[in-house]
């Protein structure tokens, strides 16, 4: 299966990465996910649409406050997902490949998920797919050499000769004396040198070098994870397009990314705030990112003081980041009221802060957004249990789940609270039913086995 272009890819997958992508630089990773996956739904060739929805979800796991439990609890999370996917390997590959991005959006690092995944690709017949994951689970595990003769392979399927070289030198640095490995090294090299030999022959040489160059760039600005080098080199090919087009604001967002993957924090704040001042304060994609970096250098010192053992002093600068969150999106509302995703933010804030009918006034804005609708519902549902208005909080419970066609985390999250409510009211066979839907899909499910077993034991 041929990889498409974003031009070649139909009207609404480009919609759907648009999105997606300014999602993704407002730092709302989850509505990002959202819409590469729906591109990809509608057009599973789209390779750059999933290197940028991997960058995605291994972005939220770096920042993840509970990275390293949530990836312990990843392989029970993942199982229903993951048996499935195995089931669907040889009847439907291209079925597989979607249920693993689902298991890779649980964790985009696990190695489990990320081999299921390469064989789904290379089943589907998109070796350029398996080669991006499998170029991710070579990074966690180097000295794999089963994977890394699998990914040579595929390099030279895709006529990647030299790509396939450098992994067979890998794969001789970890067996020297191993015959095949030699052998597959010596294949690799000649196909190289003629291949190089031909590249040499074709075309003016100076603009090969300058296609070169910036294709080595464009890998180094493409990789998930980058090394220090990479971004050191990245953030001053940045300062010199900023120093040639002081104008271009897309500039100055990517070099304040580049700075906060070196934790520079306030280089990043300055640089948002000099492209602020260029708009005038009224691009909310730039407000968005320079409150992104304010949030990141809190959380940066919150970690380094809980590391110092300075427990007192780390709760304080908590309090000061949740004190700052808050009011953030405060601003973000009073400054852009009709944008009804930052509603729906405050909502969450003011729910999580038990401002609960401050919460209901925003959810009940943000639910006329159609990509917030089912959320809202949902956060709205839980506002009225909180005020014991159980009618009213399975309401919209039923709304929300009338809207939902497949049984996926959200609705899980959506029946639950409706088994919940019932339970609540004291009437036990509705709350059944609910739970009984969950448990039918993932009883590993929070607590819905305990209850069910509970249930039936009752009665």
Partial sequence: MAELTLEQAPRKAREHFDKGFAALERGNLDYAMDMFLLALDLCPQLLRVRRFL????????????????????????????????????????????RTTEDLLRIDPLNVQFITLHGEAAE??????????????????NPGDVKVLRWLAKLYQSVNRMHEAREVYEDVQRILPKDPRAIKDLKDATALDTMQRGRWEEEGDFRSKIKDEKESAQLEQAGKAVKSEKDVEELIQESIKKIATEPENINYKRGLADLYSKSDRFDEAIEVLEQAQAQTGGGDPQIDRLLSTMKIRKIEREVADLTRAGNTAAAEAKQTELDTFLLADARERVERYPNDLQFRYELGVLLFEHEDINGAIQQFQLSQRNPQRRIRSLYYLARCFKSKHQYDIAS???????AELSTMDDTKKD??????????????????????KQIYAVDISYRDVAQKIDSSYSAS
């Fill in 123 to 140: 089943a589907a017949d998109m070796p350029e797919v398996a080669i991006m994951t499998l170029e991710l689970y070579r990074e966690q």
């Fill in 54 to 97: 991997r960058g995605a979800e291994i972005k939220k796991l770096l920042d993840s406050k509970s990275g390293s439990f949530a990836r312990s609890l990843a392989p029970v999370k993942g199982m229903g997902k993951l048996m499935k996917a195995q089931s669907q390997l040889k009847k439907d590959p291209l079925a597989a490949l």
């Fill in 414 to 435: 959506i029946l639950y609270e409706l088994g919940d409510v019932y339970e609540a009211m004291k009437q036990m066979d509705k709350a059944r039913e609910y739970y």
């Fill in 395 to 401: 309401e919209q419970l039923t709304k929300a789940a």
